[in-house]
C-alpha cells in the first residue's frame, strides 16, 4: 500500500489556495474583503451547515491576505459562495482535480486526493502559474549510448503574476500566519496548513524557490489522531525538519565536489 499514490485523503485547509488563487485571477486583490461572519446554509433535504472557524470567533470584514495567513474557514466559505460554486468547481476541473463534489464545504477540503497528486496541484504556485506532472524518469540511456529524453506534462492554469501574488500571501502564511513552524533560517519558506475534523488528517504543503515538499499524517483506518495534532504543529515541523537535511546533504555534496 502505496500512501504518496494509492491513499485519498482530505487536504483541509491547505486546499484553500486553490480557492483563493480563483479570486485573484477574478478580480480580487490581497486587499479585498472578505466576510468573517457565521453564516447558516441549505444543503438540501432538510439539512442544514452552519460552519465554525478552527480557533473560533468572528473577525467581521477582513482582506484575503489575513483571511488565509490566519486560515479562517468562514472568510473562505463566504468567499467561495460570492464567487459562486458551480464556476469554481468548473475551474477546478480545468486545472484537473477529480471527483470535486457541488458543495461549499470544498472550501475546506472535504473531498480525497493522494499526497502525490496533490503535489502536483502546488506546482502550480512556485512555477509561476503551471502545473507539472511528476515523473520518476527523466532519461534512459542503453548500451549503445541512445539516450530517451522524458518531458514531463505541463499546464498553465494562470499568469505568472498572478501565481506570484498567491506565493507572497503562502509566504506570510509562514512568516507570521498558521505556518511558523516551517520557518528556515535565510531561506523563504511559502506553504499551507491543513488539519480536517477531529484531527483525522494534518497537512503541511510548502515550498522554497527550489524544492517543493508536502508532507501528512494521518491513520490509514481515518481514525482520529489526538487532539493537539494539527497541520502546523505536526506536520510544518517536519517540513523544516526535512529542509534543513536536505540542504546539509547539498551543501556536503557541493563541498565534496573536485576542483575543475
Not at 26 to 48: C, H, L, P, W
Not at 167 to 176: A, G, I, S
Not at 199 to 224: Q, R
Request: hydrophobic share 35%.
Amino acid at each position: 500500500y502505496n500512501r504518496a499514490t494509492q491513499s485519498k485523503r482530505q487536504p483541509g485547509s491547505s486546499f484553500k489556495p486553490f480557492i483563493y488563487q480563483i479570486a485573484l485571477d477574478s478580480g480580487y486583490s490581497v486587499v479585498s474583503q472578505v466576510a468573517d461572519i457565521a453564516r447558516t446554509f441549505d444543503m438540501g433535504n432538510g439539512k442544514e451547515w452552519t460552519p465554525k472557524n478552527y480557533s473560533g470567533g468572528f473577525q467581521g470584514y477582513i482582506t484575503i491576505k489575513s483571511a488565509i495567513t490566519q486560515s479562517r474557514n468562514l472568510a473562505t466559505i463566504n468567499l467561495l459562495n460570492d464567487l459562486g460554486l458551480s464556476s469554481v468547481r468548473k475551474q477546478l476541473t480545468d486545472m484537473g482535480f477529480n471527483d470535486i463534489p457541488e458543495n461549499l464545504s470544498i472550501a475546506l477540503g472535504s473531498f480525497g486526493i493522494s499526497p502525490l497528486d496533490f503535489a502536483k496541484f502546488y506546482s502550480m504556485f512556485p512555477n509561476g502559474g503551471e502545473i507539472v506532472e511528476p515523473s520518476l524518469i527523466k532519461r534512459i540511456i542503453n548500451y549503445k549510448n541512445f539516450e530517451a529524453v522524458f518531458e514531463p506534462e505541463r499546464l498553465v492554469v494562470t499568469q505568472p503574476e498572478q501565481a506570484y501574488i498567491m506565493t507572497d500571501m503562502l509566504r506570510t502564511v509562514v512568516d507570521r500566519g498558521t505556518g511558523q513552524n516551517a520557518r528556515l533560517n535565510g531561506v523563504q519558506v511559502a506553504g499551507k496548513t491543513g488539519t480536517t475534523n477531529n484531527n483525522i488528517d494534518a497537512w503541511f504543503c510548502g515550498f522554497t524557490p527550489e524544492v517543493e515538499v508536502v508532507v501528512w499524517y494521518g491513520n490509514d483506518d481515518n481514525t482520529p489522531m489526538r487532539k493537539v495534532e494539527g497541520g502546523g504543529r505536526t506536520a510544518a515541523p517536519v517540513f523544516k525538519k526535512f529542509m534543513e537535511s536536505y540542504m546539509k546533504e547539498l551543501s556536503l555534496i557541493h563541498i565534496s565536489e573536485p576542483t575543475r
